[in-house]
């Protein structure tokens, strides 16, 4: 998805809100690639954590997670791998996530040694100079719960603001993409037609109509459910998660429900597909032909 940022806007907004609140914000856009990022204004504990390798592939790799959990075009409020307090915020044009805002890089208000005992163990990683990185972990500041709520709400205004003044656009879609995206991207949600007409503000009628024109004649009901089996085949190869849990990740709560569909689909049920992948050992691990 081609998305437009007003950077002569965005950048000296976000740098105002960093110079009021003494908090960073960065920008990253849908695909967790930097849009805005200010690392001159890490604490000096979070930029010794990702001066190492390690230390910074466990960031982004939490923070990716954190992305996936931000849907609800509230501020999402987590504990960081390294135990620092941050916020992210979902900038959407209707359900769809154009970019994320992260801001944070603080402790709350609970003893500060006793945040830093369980950080400390979480480190057994960390090769550097754990003295030094206590007494970084130290010099941040420590929010109470009244500052965290209104903190949550000058997010919430800002990444509005953003959006109510256009700083961050996507390039127009047909109807069709922007079908095919959502599906992508929410398939493992409670999805009704309902449900899906109001998120993309699409007709229940013309939304039938798209699913066949960009599946080749599929119903909607056919396109989640293609998804849902696609990711599901993916875990069984890739993962040991229990057959349960696989459903429950692909959106389907009910055991046999999913057993069923699953072989409509493929032809086998979900464990004897997991035995046919992990038995032919092949690149990608896929079952022969007519195992699809």
């Known amino acids: 998805m081609n998305v437009s940022f007003d950077f002569e806007r965005l950048v000296p907004l976000l740098s105002s809100f960093y110079i009021l609140t003494g908090i960073r914000a960065d920008l990253y856009d849908h695909e967790f690639r930097p849009i805005c990022v200010n690392e001159d204004q890490a604490v000096p504990f979070c930029a010794r954590i990702n001066a190492c390798p390690e230390g910074h592939a466990r960031c982004v790799r939490c923070d990716r997670e954190a992305m996936s959990q931000a849907k609800s075009g509230k501020p999402y409020f987590y504990r960081c791998h390294a135990g620092i307090c941050e916020a992210i915020l979902s900038i959407k044009e209707g359900a769809i996530p154009l970019a994320f805002l992260f801001c944070g890089q603080y402790l709350d208000d609970s003893d500060p040694e006793q945040q830093w005992e369980r950080t400390r163990e979480s480190l057994s990683w960390y090769t550097g100079d754990l003295e030094e990185l206590r007494r970084d972990y130290m010099k941040m500041s420590c929010y109470s719960p009244e500052e965290v709520d209104a903190y949550a709400r000058i997010l919430t205004v800002l990444g509005r603001y953003i959006q109510l003044e256009g700083m961050i656009q996507s390039a127009e879609q047909t109807d069709g993409q922007r079908l095919d995206r959502y599906l992508r991207e929410h398939y493992r949600e409670k999805l009704s037609l309902e449900k899906i007409s109001s998120d993309l503000n699409i007709g229940r009628t013309r939304l039938c109509v798209l699913a066949r024109e960009i599946s080749g004649g599929a119903t909607l009901s056919k396109l989640i459910t293609d998804h849902r089996i696609g990711e599901a085949k993916r875990m069984l190869r890739q993962t040991d998660a229990p057959v349960s849990s696989v459903a429950e990740a692909v959106g389907i709560s009910d055991y046999n429900y999913f057993t069923?569909?699953?072989?409509?689909?493929?032809?086998?049920?979900?464990?004897?597909?997991?035995?046919?992948?992990?038995?032919i050992g092949s690149k990608n691990g896929e079952p022969p032909d007519g195992w699809v």
Request: proline residues 5%.
């Open 260 to 279: 069923k569909v699953f072989r409509k689909a493929t032809g086998v049920t979900p464990t004897d597909y997991r035995r046919a992948s992990r038995r």
